[in-house]
T-cell receptor, first 112, second 113 residues
Framework: DAGITQSPRYKITETGRQVTLMCHQT?????MFWYRQDLGHGLRLIYY???????DKGEVPDGYVVSRSKTENFPLTLESATRSQTSVYFC???????????FGPGTRLTVL | AQKITQTQPGMFVQEKEAVTLDCTYD???????LFWYKQPSSGEMIFLIY??????QNATEGRYSLNFQKARKSANLVISASQLGDSAMYFC??????????FGSGTRLSIRP
């Protein structure tokens, strides 16, 4: 199916553990994004990527690492998870600057 | 500073009535785009409508229209003939470049039968 998939959909982990959230898109869109959504904050941009091997920080990048070796994949890694990183994480893609952003279904992450 | 403001944290509307969700933005850029997304209780983000800063006509998509007033920097979403399925969170967002996308804090819309 065309679109954006995220895995896992739900994840529970412990403080200090490394966690990787996966994101895959089937359109070959140039731009990909990671957002976190916390109650009362809307969506905040963590990292974005303009193309394979090009990534840059967003509004709240601390504690996260991204890579993009292939256009279709954009994994997000929490190197040492903290409770403050408990959130819903959305991956999104964009064909061009003034086009619609397409969102994945989200990953609900709980850090105990 | 670039900012999106949604001043209505929650709204209740009777079914079949029209509803307007407010969104104001602040930017010094000339080129930008404005989006509205719907987030139902299931959590997914659903694209509703897009307005470019140079578009002369207000965007419309079915029951959704965007009341774009550039001088006032407002981009209100209008839903005509509301339905029970319209109950959800609604987010306004502005894009100025791929690295400059910001979202408002959202409005929770509840439709009463």
């Amino acid at each position: 199916d065309a679109g954006i998939t995220q895995s896992p959909r739900y994840k529970i982990t412990e403080t200090g553990r490394q966690v990787t959230l996966m994101c895959h898109q089937t359109w070959s869109h140039s731009y990909m994004f990671w957002y976190r959504q916390d109650l009362g904050h809307g969506l905040r941009l963590i990292y974005y990527s303009a193309a394979a091997d090009i990534t840059d920080k967003g509004e709240v990048p601390d504690g996260y690492v991204v890579s993009r070796s292939k256009t279709e994949n954009f994994p997000l890694t929490l190197e040492s998870a903290t409770r403050s990183q408990t959130s819903v994480y959305f991956c999104a893609s964009l064909a061009g600057t003034y086009n619609e952003q397409f969102f994945g279904p989200g990953t609900r992450l709980t850090v105990l | 500073a670039q900012k999106i403001t949604q001043t209505q944290p929650g709204m209740f509307v009777q079914e079949k009535e029209a509803v307007t969700l407010d969104c104001t933005y602040d930017t010094s850029d000339q080129s930008y785009g404005l989006f509205w997304y719907k987030q139902p209780s299931s959590g997914e983000m659903i694209f509703l409508i897009y307005q470019g800063s140079y578009d002369e006509q207000n965007a419309t998509e079915g029951r959704y229209s965007l009341n774009f007033q550039k001088a006032r920097k407002s981009a209100n979403l209008v839903i005509s003939a509301s339905q029970l399925g319209d109950s959800a969170m609604y987010f306004c967002a502005m894009i100025r470049s791929a690295s400059k996308i910001i979202f408002g804090s959202g409005t929770r819309l509840s439709i009463r039968p």
